[in-house]
């Protein structure tokens, strides 16, 4: 939440210190000032946590971040509020390098938290492995005190075990989450196949970018497990920082898709994404589709299938086209990963389009309850056990009446 505050305090910087050809405005000082004072603030807090957790590479980013940003103020700002004249194109690139260092940042604190995972896990094993030892010497040496001695390693797996699904469950919401909009219903659903794991490859996202604008998403990342769920993590805040830059949902993509090949280091790993720009005021969806074709819109009863516009992101470097879609009061958006679509029977035989479009046509109206149908559907045609992760948004979008008119 600290990050996402610093990204949107930026767009307020950038917009004051976007002025052509003359010098920003008193409104644009003030905006940049209290924007500035803001953004100063969280960037504080953020650096006490990385302190005190000890995350040495997000600590260095940040302390390149914060050159940027000094650099920034002393070559533009500063001299803008002086009165004096900047280039544009210096002023563009000046902010373009922030944001990228920005990413870097955010990057870096994703990753710092992965490798304090995967330490926790070393660190249990190593535990319980000494502790198994230190029974069978106890059973050989003392062999009364083995009793005492099996209570507390059971005991302490059971600490370390509670820790980690703690850990797990803050992951989960690390990675998946939406936020209230205008003019809408929201609701979700997650469900991992792996007993043991609370997230994986799976990720949608609802993000809001101005008063009337929110990023819609979902994304499906190959593999699955704590692997999977760090690049979810990567993915999410990438197409933030992307998103508030941009408006286009094609741009979105062509962007991420650069930023993932250079980022991702494992060749074998893709992206399906559905990056949607939402106008709640006007009831109006841009979007296109990385080879994520589990997109529905409901009309009533009726339920259409919404076009891929591009192929699966982490693979070609290929254009992407975006298109556009006008709601009636009361349709409903539904988004869904291949979870659905690619549920089988006992048989083995794929649930396909046409019957997930059936599913999404005869579930309840509120979308919570909606997407909540959807996964029990599944579950019942896996046999009660998922094969596939699977996430589920649900919008349910409601038309202002002077739109109607």
């Not at 709640?280 to 080879?291: D, H, N, P, R, V």
């Not at 975006?322 to 679509?341: E, N, P, R, S």
């Not at 035989?349 to 059936?358: F, H, P, Q, R, V």
Request: some cysteine; proline content about 3%.
């Amino acid at each position: 939440m600290l990050m996402s505050r610093v990204a949107l305090s930026r767009v307020d910087i950038v917009g004051a210190l976007q002025v052509e050809g003359r010098a920003p405005s008193a409104a644009a000082r003030k905006t940049f000032r209290r924007a500035d004072a803001l953004r100063q603030k969280q960037l504080e807090k953020i650096e006490r946590v990385v302190v005190a957790e000890r995350l040495p590479d997000a600590a260095a980013a940040l302390k390149l971040y914060r050159g940027v940003d000094s650099v920034l103020r002393r070559r533009i700002a500063e001299p803008m509020f002086a009165g004096k004249l900047v280039p544009s194109d210096e002023i563009e690139e000046s902010i373009r390098i922030l944001s990228e260092v920005e990413g870097n940042y955010e990057r870096s604190v994703t990753l710092d938290l992965a490798r304090r995972e995967d330490l926790l896990d070393a660190r249990m094993q190593a535990t319980i492995d000494s502790a198994i030892y230190l029974r069978s010497l106890w059973l050989i040496a003392f062999g009364v005190l083995a009793l005492g001695v099996n209570l507390y390693s059971a005991r302490l797996y059971r600490q370390l075990a509670d820790e980690r699904t703690v850990t797990k469950v803050l992951q989960r919401a690390f990675i998946s989450s939406h936020v209230p909009l205008p003019n809408c219903e929201i609701g979700s659903a997650y469900k991992s196949a792996d007993a043991h794991a609370a997230v994986g490859g799976d990720l949608f996202d609802v993000y809001r970018l101005s008063n009337d604008l929110a990023l819609v998403l979902i994304a499906d990342v190959s593999g699955k497990g704590i692997d999977a769920a760090v690049i979810t993590a990567f993915v999410k805040f990438t197409v933030r920082g992307i998103a508030l830059r941009r408006r286009d949902p094609a741009q979105i993509l062509s962007e991420f898709n650069v930023a993932f090949g250079q980022t991702v280091e494992n060749p074998y790993l893709f992206v399906s994404m559905f990056a949607g720009i939402l106008d709640t005021a006007k009831g109006e969806l841009t979007y296109s589709s990385a080879g994520h074709d589990s997109a529905f819109v409901r009309h009533g009863r009726d339920v259409h299938q919404l076009s891929v516009t591009g192929p699966v992101l982490g693979v070609l470097l290929e254009p992407y086209e975006t298109k556009t879609v006008i709601f009636d009061d009361g349709d409903c958006l539904v988004l869904a990963t291949d979870g659905l679509t690619e549920a089988r029977n006992k048989e083995g035989d794929l649930l396909g389009e046409e019957a997930a479009m059936a599913i999404v046509a005869g579930g309840p109206q509120e979308p919570q309850q909606l997407a909540d149908y959807i996964v029990e559907r599944i579950r019942e045609r896996c046999g009660g056990r998922l094969r596939d992760d699977v996430a589920i948004l649900a919008l349910r979008i409601h038309v202002p009446e002077i739109q109607d008119a």
